[in-house]
């Protein structure tokens, strides 16, 4: 039998994570051991629990107990069910543009590099790629168009952010993933010397004149590929760039220099991943 808990206060404490307390503050939730992270929408809790992320509770209208979530709840056993009248929901934050579910989930320990990259061919590393959104719609780039894996540096976004999740339609979950290290001194080196190491060429993707082509075919032919990619606005650091084996640019017409970085990794992704589809 589901819990259900109803809610009529907006102050009651069980709320606390889903209103009143910051991505951040989730993260150090239960320190020393792992924080929590929120779910939304059944697709995406789903694909978490499906990956192994475990429910902490539930947070939904009246109504989608016997609708849209009616297959989350039936998964997530003896765990809380908290609802309430869309009037008192709406108080939240966000809540109203969501699907109508939202999940607090446990968070897993993360993989090390070498995990992640077990037996990939081709796999996506972001450098400070600070945006949510962007991160989101990477992941769902990078699941769609045959990326195996993704490494992003400390100073990106936290692909378990709500929105990243969200804006990833899930893909988070289902991409194995981790970063390079605590701190900036992990990248751009040692983070490169490790994935040559492991056999991978890198590929920085930067607006340089003496960058070879996205169609080159010695390009297409390496076995193992990382596809490199810069924060928003500045792109990728000069010494990242120094680094890599291959500078790509991907061709621009009508006098446009450059693409967001979430449209830039979805041509990336496709042309240096398609030789490699399985």
């Known amino acids: 039998m589901p819990n259900i808990i109803e809610i009529s206060d907006f102050s009651a404490p069980e709320l606390d994570v889903y209103a009143r307390l910051s991505e951040n503050q989730l993260y150090h939730y239960h320190e020393p051991d792992l924080g929590l992270f929120i779910a939304e929408s059944p697709k995406v809790i789903l694909r978490a629990m499906d990956a192994g992320y475990e429910p902490v509770s539930l947070l939904l209208e009246r109504k989608h107990i016997e609708g849209e979530a009616r297959e989350v709840i039936a998964r997530c056993g003896n765990v809380p069910v908290l609802t309430a009248d869309f009037d008192v929901l709406t108080k939240l934050t966000g809540f109203s543009l969501t699907r109508g579910v939202l999940c607090a989930m446990r968070r897993k320990r993360l993989p090390d590099l070498e995990e992640v990259c077990l037996g990939a061919r081709r796999i996506a590393v972001l450098e400070n790629v600070m945006n949510p959104t962007n991160i989101g719609a990477i992941f769902r780039s990078a699941a769609a168009l045959n990326m195996d894996a993704v490494l992003l540096t400390s100073g990106c976004s936290d692909?378990?952010?709500?929105?990243?999740?969200?804006?990833?339609?899930?893909?988070?979950?289902?991409?194995?993933?981790?970063?390079?290290?605590?701190?900036?001194?992990?990248?751009?080196?040692?983070?490169?010397?490790?994935?040559?190491?492991?056999?991978?060429?890198?590929?920085?993707?930067?607006?340089?004149?003496?960058?070879?082509?996205?169609?080159?075919?010695?390009?297409?032919?390496?076995?193992?590929?990382?596809?490199?990619?810069?924060?928003?606005?500045?792109?990728?650091?000069?010494?990242?760039?120094?680094?890599?084996?291959?500078?790509?640019?991907?061709?621009?017409?009508?006098?446009?220099?450059?693409?967001?970085?979430?449209?830039?990794?979805?041509?990336?992704?496709w042309q240096l991943g398609r030789c490699q589809v399985r």
């Not at 991409?175 to 010397?193: A, E, H, M, R, Y």
């Not at 004149?209 to 500045?234: F, H, N, Y």
């Open 159 to 269: 692909p378990l952010y709500r929105r990243s999740a969200r804006v990833s339609m899930g893909t988070v979950f289902q991409v194995p993933w981790t970063f390079l290290g605590d701190d900036s001194s992990q990248w751009p080196c040692p983070g490169i010397n490790c994935l040559k190491n492991m056999g991978f060429k890198t590929a920085a993707m930067a607006l340089r004149d003496d960058s070879v082509s996205i169609e080159d075919p010695v390009l297409l032919s390496e076995a193992k590929l990382a596809i490199v990619l810069g924060t928003e606005g500045d792109g990728l650091a000069a010494s990242t760039i120094a680094d890599c084996d291959y500078t790509v640019r991907i061709p621009m017409s009508h006098g446009v220099d450059s693409l967001n970085v979430a449209a830039a990794s979805a041509v990336a992704f």
